[in-house]
């Protein structure tokens, strides 16, 4: 039965001690390889391996006694799990998927190959070279590999930018005229069979480039919901994916919608799934590496998720204070990743709003915002 299947999953941090608690569910066996000693799943999981997901010996060490891999990050070395692979591993997502991805020009590239809208890039070997770019000016210059949650991604606005610019590769972007950042929960079986979530609307920290706050259903007319979903399902084929990816979007203030980025894991921009959605995107990824049917993706109904990022020191109680009076509300779910404090603007939780009246789970969710900056109603 499922406990006799050996699963591991690459990375500790929240998204791993998440798809653990649906792993419980079906009974799995579950692995987690980390680097770091404290990650939240070490917690969870009797099987933590200390190792670096970036190393080939480690990352072959960990998964070759194990039936199934997975991830919930995307910096993982590529050849090791090929190798695991070789070796009658099964690798969710392919390692080929992640090659693509791991690389932004490489993704851009692939996804212009099938058709799908992506914003203009340029790859840029240096600064040198990017100061012979200066007539693409504005624009946005990101790193080529290894940028996250908005930390490689900087905006080039005039020529003086310049001087801030990354070393070594990045794709110079064209800057968007945003109207609304989406995000689409595309699940995918091995036979093909592919469903989407409910469009979620993005709000991000400008300063911080940061996600604030979330929104799903997202506010979109009829004609680019279904625009946002047929790309993302075309995403989903072009990349061959099995399980769960976010595709992140653009949508212009002229109507264009343009593909970001995209993770083949579960995603912060679907965490409201675990209250407001049929399946969970965890139960999902669960369900559909181990082959059994995909669940339902609909809304049970609508959402907002809201982030909550490591205060300054000396806010501590008052978020602790925040949190309990938070909790008073109806339909107010906290989840606390118990992640290492001290990294002012680190994620160290998310609470999810549900209310059958969008508007109302906004409302709350501002009020929630509200609380948490302030430390009171
Ligand atoms: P990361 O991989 O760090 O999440 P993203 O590519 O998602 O980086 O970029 C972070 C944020 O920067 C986006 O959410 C968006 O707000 C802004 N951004 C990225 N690319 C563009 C672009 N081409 N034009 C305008 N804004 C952009």
């Known amino acids: 039965m499922f406990e006799e299947i050996k699963i591991g999953i690459i990375g500790g941090g929240q998204l791993g001690s998440m798809l653990i608690r649906y792993a419980i569910d079906f009974g799995l066996n579950v692995s987690v390889l980390d680097i770091d000693p404290e990650a939240p799943c070490s917690r969870y999981s009797n099987s933590f391996h200390l190792g670096d997901p970036l190393k080939f010996e480690d ?39 992640l090659e693509i991805i791991q690389d932004k020009y490489l993704q851009k590239e692939y996804l212009k190959k099938f058709d799908i809208p992506v914003a203009m890039g340029w790859l840029i070997t240096d ?24 930390r490689g991604v900087l905006k080039l606005r005039t020529v003086e930018d310049i001087s801030k610019a990354f070393n070594g590769p990045c794709v110079l972007e064209e800057l968007v005229d945003i109207r609304q950042e989406i995000s689409v929960i595309v699940s995918r079986s091995e036979s093909g069979i592919i469903e989407c979530y409910d469009p979620v609307h993005m709000v ?7 996600l604030d706050f ?16 047929t790309i993302a399902k075309q995403v989903a084929k072009a990349v061959d994916l099995t399980g769960i990816m976010a595709v992140e979007m653009f949508v212009a203030s002229n109507g264009k919608v343009y593909v970001n980025e995209l993770a083949p894991r579960p995603h912060n921009s679907g965490h409201h799934t675990i209250e407001a959605a049929r399946t969970s995107q965890f139960e999902q990824q669960i369900r559909l590496i181990l082959g059994l049917p995909m669940g339902r993706t609909d ?79």
């Open 299 to 377: 809304s049970t109904m609508p959402s907002a998720m809201i982030n909550i990022l490591e205060p300054a020191a000396h806010r501590k109680q008052a978020i602790m204070n925040a949190l309990k009076t938070i909790l008073f509300a109806d339909n107010v779910h906290l989840h606390w990743y118990g992640k290492r404090g001290g990294i002012e603007g680190r994620k160290m939780g998310h609470i999810t709003i549900t209310d059958v009246q969008r508007e109302e789970a906004i409302a709350k969710s501002i009020m929630i915002r509200h609380i948490l900056k302030c430390g009171h109603a």
């Open 214 to 229: 979330q929104i799903c259903p997202a506010d979109l007319d009829n004609d680019t919901a279904v625009r946002i979903c």
């Open 127 to 150: 600064k040198e070279e990017l100061s012979r770019h200066a007539d693409k000016l504005p624009a946005v210059l990101k790193k080529c590999t290894q940028g996250y949650d908005g």
């Open 59 to 97: 990352v072959v060490n960990f998964g070759k006694n194990l039936d199934i891999v997975t991830i919930e990050k995307e910096a993982v070395d590529v050849t090791a799990l090929k190798r695991l692979r070789d070796i009658g591993v099964k690798v969710y997502p392919s390692p080929e998927t």
């Open 204 to 210: 991000f920290d400008e300063e911080r480039m940061l």
